[in-house]
């Protein structure tokens, strides 16, 4: 069952490598710089075709040239990673193959000569299985996986002219303002009991001047605050020099998020959460009881 990946940026290798237990060949599609392709080439697909867009021009712009090499190919299974311009091109491709598309994929496999999908729904509180009945397109939302030792594939030059696009984005969206370069960020999950006690947090983020923020199902599940405030895999990627996390469990997931992070420190009532085993300082305590308390503190310090 062959599969075409494709990949506009880094973060790819989950992506990558979630088609080969399908069996077949998996051709990686990769429309960026050169070292990119490069990078996927060194993990070994059976095939890298490589489009250089010149500067300024998006990869989505080679979503239609790009759909009618992948129709002409028809492979079984097309697979692109979390990153927007990925997802596009997937889109554009799967509509032209006329395939389903199934976002929030963690795992591909072949079972009685059937494709399955594992699809991870509710933040990943219940897995299902899907067993399309042809092609397939799939947003791989999965584990990165280690970088693999396999011969190098050979690079081919995809010649393509990109169409002009006819939409354009004049600043850019997905991400809230002022949480990507904030220097602190509050951040909570769902530790909060209720709607109305997230002023509990805001007050705390007030006091460090920090930006509010969340886990994923505080915003994707609940509603309570924008889905571009989530952090995480699949939300924001921030690099601030405080990240205090309360009522956060600290799912790797989540995590990832705050990689570039100078200082973690969590708040959470149970000793044993993840969370700590990434924090730099906990408090392991009640929200309801520490932020209040921790908020009269910074107060104090004020005056
Ligand atoms: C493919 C995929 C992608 C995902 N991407 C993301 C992502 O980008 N971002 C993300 O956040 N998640 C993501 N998730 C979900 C992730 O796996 C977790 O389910 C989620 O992060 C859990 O959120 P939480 O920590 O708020 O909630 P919970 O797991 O419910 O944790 C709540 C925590 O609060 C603590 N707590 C409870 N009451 C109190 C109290 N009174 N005082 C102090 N502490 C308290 C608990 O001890 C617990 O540790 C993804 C999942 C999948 C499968």
Not at 164 to 176: D, F, H, K, R, T
Not at 184 to 201: C, P, Q, W
Not at 218 to 224: H, K, M, Q, R
Request: hydrophobic residues 50%; proline residues 7%; aromatic residues 4%.
């Amino acid at each position: 069952m062959d599969s075409w990946v494709f990949i506009t940026a880094d973060g790819w290798s989950g992506a990558l490598e979630a088609p080969r237990a399908l069996g077949g060949r998996v051709v990686a599609v990769v429309v960026g710089p050169r070292e990119l392709a490069e990078g996927v080439a060194a993990a070994g697909p059976d095939e890298v075709r490589w489009v250089e867009p010149k500067p300024g021009v998006p990869p989505e712009a080679f979503s239609l040239p790009l759909a009618d090499v992948v129709a002409a190919a028809a492979p079984a299974v097309l697979v692109a990673g979390a990153d927007p311009a990925a997802r596009a091109l997937l889109g554009a491709a799967a509509a032209a193959l006329e395939v389903p598309l199934l976002p929030g994929a963690v795992g591909l496999a072949v079972e009685d000569g059937h494709l399955r999908v594992r699809r991870a729904l509710a933040g990943g509180q219940t897995i299902e299985t899907c067993a399309p009945g042809g092609g397939v397109a799939v947003i791989y939302a999965g584990e990165d996986a280690p970088a693999a030792t396999r011969p190098e594939a050979t690079i081919e030059v995809l010649g393509l002219t990109c169409s002009p696009l006819a939409i354009g984005a004049s600043e850019p969206v997905g991400q809230a303002s002022g949480l990507s370069d904030a220097e602190r960020v509050v951040s909570f999950g769902r530790g909060v009991r209720a709607r109305e006690d997230v002023a509990i947090v805001q007050a705390l983020a007030d006091a460090c001047g920090a930006e509010l923020a969340c886990s994923m199902p505080i915003a994707d599940d609940l509603g309570w605050l924008d889905k571009s405030r989530y952090v995480g895999r699949s939300g924001n990627h921030i690099a601030p020099a405080l990240y205090l996390a309360v009522g956060i469990a600290g799912a790797p997931q989540h995590l990832e998020g705050v990689r570039g992070a100078r200082i973690v420190a969590a708040i959470n009532n149970d000793p044993d959460a993840r969370i700590f085993q990434s924090a730099d300082y906990g408090i392991v305590g009640d929200l309801y009881e520490v932020v209040p308390a921790l908020v009269a503190e910074i107060d104090k310090l004020d005056k």
